[in-house]
């Protein structure tokens, strides 16, 4: 991280290759259209070329730095329409899940972080964020086992907030 705060290249490319994965997955898995997210992935990544000189920070730091940023991008688009063609079977309860219980299931699950850094991405506590993954885990879980076909009656359960 200090050397690319200092403007070493090499550095930059490290930190780039250790994150750009999991800031993909999270905006792609958010924003739920891949060029858009990959967009997005760009407009944070420009940020973060233009403002790492002044980070203070170890890496984990920066991970919730980052990600913050790519949460920021989100904001910008339009949430997913889940019965889209481009929502497959994974992406559609994602897409439906409140965006608090999204996030925290995919900062966690996707993005690699703990429940601190994530409740710092998300400015809450770290048992809401493990609260809220839970949960999240729990009706995509539901969601995916039940696979109810769109007009048929739900369990009282399974997919209820999709």
Excluded at 115 to 128: E, S
């Amino acid at each position: 991280m200090a050397g690319a705060r200092r403007g070493n290249e090499e550095d930059f490319r490290t930190v780039y290759r250790t994150l750009h994965f999991a800031l993909l997955s999270y905006l792609t898995a958010r924003i739920g259209n891949d060029q858009a997210a990959s967009d997005a992935a760009s407009e944070v990544w420009q940020v973060i070329a233009h403002e790492v000189f002044t980070f203070e920070g170890d890496g984990a730091d920066f991970r919730v730095w980052a990600l913050s940023l790519a949460r920021r991008q989100i904001r910008d688009h339009p949430r997913p329409d889940p019965a889209g063609p481009a929502t497959d079977d994974i992406r559609r309860p994602l897409c439906t899940l409140p965006p608090d219980l999204a996030d925290a299931l995919l900062l966690r699950q996707v993005a690699g972080l703990d429940d601190a850094a994530a409740a710092r991405v998300l400015g809450t506590t770290a048992p809401a964020v493990q609260a809220a993954s839970r949960r999240a885990t729990w009706l995509v879980a539901d969601c995916l086992t039940s696979r109810p076909t769109p007009g048929s009656p739900r369990t009282e359960w399974a997919c209820a907030w999709c």
